[in-house]
């Protein structure tokens, strides 16, 4: 079965950074375009970052554009997001999702159960 296990989350400092994985099995992983998402307390769903099946094409949420920077290497059936600069308002439990199609659509099947990260002095 699709099985998405992100990590990486934790507690990091204002102007600090992060990396996070996810983990991916059950699936052909190089054939599928991957996001990243994420929820902060008392908020919705926030979409962040996605990525092509081959990875040639990315694409940022605003609130994150020239901060953060995702990628996949499909050997290892891992998608990772690298965090820079965090701010207060990154902090949030952040989520992988598994696309419908190779291309990213927002169509997504697969959830992963979340990693927390929190920005803090």
């Known amino acids: 079965q699709v099985q998405l296990v992100e990590s990486g989350g934790g507690l990091a400092q204002p102007g600090g950074s992060l990396r996070l994985s996810c983990a991916a099995s059950?699936?052909?992983?190089?054939?599928?375009?991957m996001s990243w998402a994420r929820q902060a307390p008392g908020k919705g769903l926030e979409w962040v970052s996605g990525i092509y099946s081959d990875g040639s094409n990315t694409y940022y949420a605003d609130s994150v554009k020239g901060r953060f920077t995702i990628s996949r290497d499909n050997a290892k059936n891992t998608l990772y997001l690298q965090m820079n600069s965090l701010k207060p308002e990154d902090t949030a439990l952040y989520y992988c999702a598994k696309d419908s199609g190779a291309r990213v659509r927002h169509e997504y099947d697969y959830w992963g159960q979340g990693t927390q990260v929190t920005v803090s002095s």
């Open positions: 059950g699936f052909t992983f190089s054939s599928y375009a």
